[in-house]
């Protein structure tokens, strides 16, 4: 497990102020395991991912694990905008010394997205989910959050897919080590417009493109569960 400490400032700047380096290095090694026992994890594309540099990432949210599960899974050090109400909890003092930054859902956060911001600015990347909360993890409406980010950074975006973890409605009982696909699409340079109409538009791009590679993704599954039929 690679540990960061002063001898490397450069990754200790990807983390925002207050962080703890190495805790945040053994968050992500925990994560990357955490879930396996549980679940029968498919991964693809992770080489896509810029491994320098400003990157907005986008992913859609059906649970609690996806967030974990990226956190774990990506191949560079990663700050993910997290709901306030978790760091209320026993969990908070640790989110924060791993660098994650809480947000306040249902309005704009300035104090978050300016913290984000200053993550952007010094190379690192930063983990939004457009939606805003957890739902199908279709993607049918996102918040402006994600476009924001990419106007005031310059920011490549970085979109990612994760699906299996939701249960099926018709299924009554916890499943057996379902699959899970955690899918990295293409990245891709985004020019966001002057105002409202230009948040929109690069809000409504970014939310377009994520949920095509969501259908990609979901397409893919019902394929392999038609051939195992």
């Known amino acids: 497990m690679p540990v960061s400490g002063p001898a490397d400032p450069a990754r200790s700047a990807e983390l925002p102020d207050g962080a703890v380096p190495w805790l945040h290095d053994l968050g992500r090694t925990i994560a990357r395991h955490l879930y396996r026992p549980a679940y029968r994890l498919r991964v693809a594309g992770m080489e896509r991912v810029p491994r320098t540099g400003p990157v907005v990432l986008v992913a859609n949210h059906s649970t609690m694990i996806e967030p974990q599960l990226l956190f774990g899974l990506l191949p560079r050090r990663s700050v993910f905008l997290v709901k306030d109400e978790m760091f209320d909890a026993a969990a908070g003092p640790w989110l924060r010394r791993i660098g994650q930054v809480p947000v306040t859902r249902g309005a704009p956060d300035r104090t978050a997205l300016t913290t984000a911001t200053g993550v952007l600015a010094r190379g690192g990347l ?104």
């Open 126 to 229: 930063v983990g939004v989910f457009p939606e805003g909360t957890r739902g199908a993890g279709e993607v049918t409406s996102a918040h402006h959050g994600a476009a924001w980010l990419v106007r005031n950074s310059g920011a490549v975006v970085q979109p990612v897919a994760v699906r299996g973890t939701l249960r099926p409605p018709e299924l009554r009982r916890r499943r057996l080590r379902p699959a899970v696909d955690v899918v990295a699409g293409e990245p891709f340079t985004l020019e966001v417009g002057r105002g409202r109409s230009g948040l929109a538009d690069a809000t409504e791009h970014i939310r377009g493109t994520l949920a095509d590679l969501v259908s990609r993704v979901d397409a893919t599954r019902h394929s392999d569960r038609e051939e195992k039929q």
